[in-house]
């Protein structure tokens, strides 16, 4: 019922910017969460950020002060504004939609390739 759909990855030469895109359809409450994790090739996946529908962030601390999260809640679109890439930030991008957390009820987006060159 419920769908993601990313958009905006790309490659980027070191310093650079990209901006992320993630719209959610289906049947969404009101109330929810939506981040992004990566993924590099033999690494675990881990949180970029993530921000709720009454607007509080997270942030991990190797992404604070280069990328911002926003959303409309009006589309269920959540962006991932991404500056001063580095190597490191190399990976796949996922979106992800918490609509329970006492519930476990999670749904993600098949990802978007983010390559940052030196």
């Known amino acids: 019922q419920v769908q993601l759909v990313e958009s905006g990855g790309g490659l980027v030469q070191a310093g650079g910017s990209l901006r992320l895109s993630c719209s959610a359809s289906?049947?969404?409450?009101?109330?929810?969460?939506m981040g992004w994790y990566r993924q590099a090739p033999g690494k675990q996946r881990e949180l970029v950020a993530a921000?709720?529908?009454?607007?509080?962030?997270n942030y991990a601390d190797s992404v604070k002060g280069r990328f911002t999260i926003s959303r409309d809640n009006a589309k269920n679109t959540v962006f991932l504004q991404m500056n001063s890439l580095k190597p490191e930030d190399t990976a796949g991008y996922y979106c992800?939609?918490?609509?329970?957390?006492?519930?476990?009820?999670?749904?993600w987006g098949q990802g978007t390739q983010v390559t940052v060159s030196s």
């Open positions: 289906g049947s969404i409450d009101s109330y929810n969460v």
């Open positions: 921000i709720t529908s009454g607007g509080s962030t």
């Open positions: 992800k939609l918490t609509v329970s957390l006492i519930r476990n009820i999670y749904y």
